[in-house]
């Protein structure tokens, strides 16, 4: 799967042949609030600081299904499903800049390196997924972790930055 950059607020997430399998697409530039839509419909907004809910959108009620809240140390924590399944969003220590999702044994799950694309004044990213968890990584994971690297580059070029934790 490859991520394609359509503006500074959509961004794509395309099969091998082309085929858009799911997209993202916020509102505003500071990402608080935004759609995710793969075959289904689900609204990300950004509920305390350092804190989004993602929603599944239906015509009873809108149902919680993924929680994204920034830790301590740079990281980001995705917790998604009945289960609440969690996995870990990090930024990378050395000095090429990247960004990693990983499952609670530590497994590296995919990892997102950016560049600058000064036309769509937005990022372009390079997604690479481990071949060995890719049962794991589904369109909608992937998008998650592409909010991440989106609130977390925000946040690195001077946009609003949540508290770290509140202990």
């Given at each position: 799967m490859?991520?394609?950059?359509?503006?500074?607020?959509?961004?794509?997430l395309?099969?091998?042949d082309?085929?858009?399998?799911?997209?993202?697409?916020?509102q505003?530039?500071?990402f608080?609030?935004g759609?995710?839509v793969?075959?289904?419909?689900?609204?990300?907004?950004?509920m305390?600081?350092g804190?989004?809910y993602?929603?599944?959108?239906?015509?009873e009620?809108?149902?919680?299904?993924?929680?994204?809240?920034?830790?301590?140390g740079g990281t980001?924590?995705?917790?998604?499903?009945?289960?609440l399944?969690k996995?870990?969003?990090?930024?990378?220590?050395?000095?090429?800049?990247?960004?990693?999702?990983f499952?609670?044994?530590?497994d590296?799950?995919?990892?997102?390196?950016?560049?600058?694309?000064w036309?769509?004044?937005?990022?372009?990213?390079?997604?690479?997924?481990?071949?060995?968890?890719?049962y794991?990584?589904?369109?909608?994971?992937?998008l998650?972790?592409?909010?991440?690297a989106?609130?977390?580059?925000s946040?690195m070029?001077?946009?609003s930055?949540?508290?770290?934790?509140?202990?």
């Amino acid at each position: 799967m490859t991520i394609y950059t359509a503006n500074s607020k959509r961004f794509e997430l395309k099969s091998k042949d082309g085929m858009i399998v799911g997209f993202i697409e916020y509102q505003n530039n500071s990402f608080s609030k935004g759609e995710i839509v793969l075959v289904d419909k689900y609204t990300i907004q950004l509920m305390a600081i350092g804190v989004w809910y993602t929603y599944f959108e239906s015509n009873e009620s809108n149902k919680k299904i993924a929680i994204i809240k920034v830790e301590a140390g740079g990281t980001m924590s995705i917790r998604k499903g009945y289960m609440l399944k969690k996995y870990l969003f990090k930024k990378s220590t050395n000095w090429k800049l990247r960004f990693s999702l990983f499952n609670v044994n530590g497994d590296d799950l995919l990892t997102l390196v950016p560049t600058v694309n000064w036309k769509k004044e937005s990022h372009d990213y390079n997604l690479q997924l481990n071949e060995d968890f890719e049962y794991e990584c589904d369109a909608f994971l992937i998008l998650q972790a592409l909010h991440c690297a989106n609130c977390s580059l925000s946040m690195m070029q001077g946009g609003s930055v949540p508290a770290l934790v509140s202990l």
